[in-house]
C-alpha cells in the first residue's frame, strides 16, 4: 500500500473508546523495546511518527492510527517489562485481552519477537494464546539488521522450534534501518486486512 495519510486517532484504555468506523485492524504486539513503533514507522513511511523510546513500557494505551482511511493499525503496550506494577501490568493485560478477543474489527496480529535471541517465555506464551483465539498472525523477527544475513535461515529455525509455528510462511526477518521485510509484512497485512483486494 503506498502511505501517504496517516493520523493518530485515539488512545483508548476501554472498548468505549474505540474507533467506529467500521475499517479492518492489525494490532502489533510484542515484548516492551521489540521494535513495535519502529516497524510502524518503516509501515507508513513516517520517521519518528510512532513514539520510539529506550525506555520500556512507553506505551500504556491502545493506540489507533488511521492508514489512509482504509485501516487502523493498533499498537498495543509491550509485555514483559519488569518495571511496571503488578496492578498496572494486570490492568494491561485485561485492557489487552479484552481488545484482541472482542473486536470484531480485528483482521490480524503481527506479533514480534527479537531476531538477535530465542523468542522468550512470554513471546512463546503470547503467540499460544493467539492460536488458542484463532486470531491470524505473523510472527516479525526485528533487528534483523543485527544479525549477520548468513545466519537468518539459522534464526528462523530457532523462532519456528521454540514457538512451535505449524506454518513456515507466517514469518519475516525485519530491518527498520534498511527496510528489509517490509514488503511481505505489508502483502501480509493487506491480505488479512481486504482479502488480497
Known amino acids: 500500500m503506498e502511505v501517504n495519510h496517516v493520523e493518530l486517532v485515539m488512545s483508548a484504555v476501554d472498548p468505549a473508546q474505540y474507533p467506529t468506523t467500521g475499517y479492518p485492524e492489525i494490532a ?41 482511511d ?17 496492578a498496572e501490568r494486570e ?15 480485528l483482521r490480524g496480529v503481527v506479533s514480534l ?10 513471546d512463546v506464551q503470547m503467540y499460544q494464546w493467539l492460536a488458542y483465539y484463532d486470531l ?9 539488521d543485527k544479525v549477520a544475513r548468513g545466519k ?20 519475516v526477518v525485519f530491518s527498520a534501518p534498511k527496510k528489509i521485510g517490509n514488503d511481505q509484512v505489508w502483502d501480509w497485512i493487506e491480505q488479512q486486512a481486504f482479502g488480497g483486494q
Open 28 to 68: 502489533f504486539v510484542g515484548r516492551s523495546n521489540v521494535g513495535k513503533s519502529s516497524l510502524t514507522n518503516v509501515l507508513i513511511n513516517r520517521h519518528s511518527y510512532a513514539r520510539t523510546s529506550s525506555q520500556p513500557g512507553k506505551t500504556q494505551t491502545l493506540n489507533f492510527y488511521n492508514v489512509e
Open 113 to 122: 519477537v527479537d531476531a538477535r535471541h530465542a523468542p522468550t517465555e512470554a
Open 136 to 144: 491470524p498472525t505473523l510472527i516479525v523477527a526485528t533487528k534483523g
Open 70 to 86: 482504509q485501516l487502523y493499525f493498533v499498537d498495543v503496550p509491550g509485555y514483559g517489562y519488569a518495571k511496571v506494577s503488578k
Open 152 to 171: 537468518w535461515n539459522q534464526t528462523m529455525s530457532q523462532i519456528k522450534k521454540t514457538m512451535d509455528l505449524p506454518n513456515t510462511d507466517n514469518i
Open 91 to 105: 490492568k494491561w493485560g485485561q485492557m489487552i485481552e479484552t481488545y484482541l478477543t472482542q473486536r470484531e474489527q
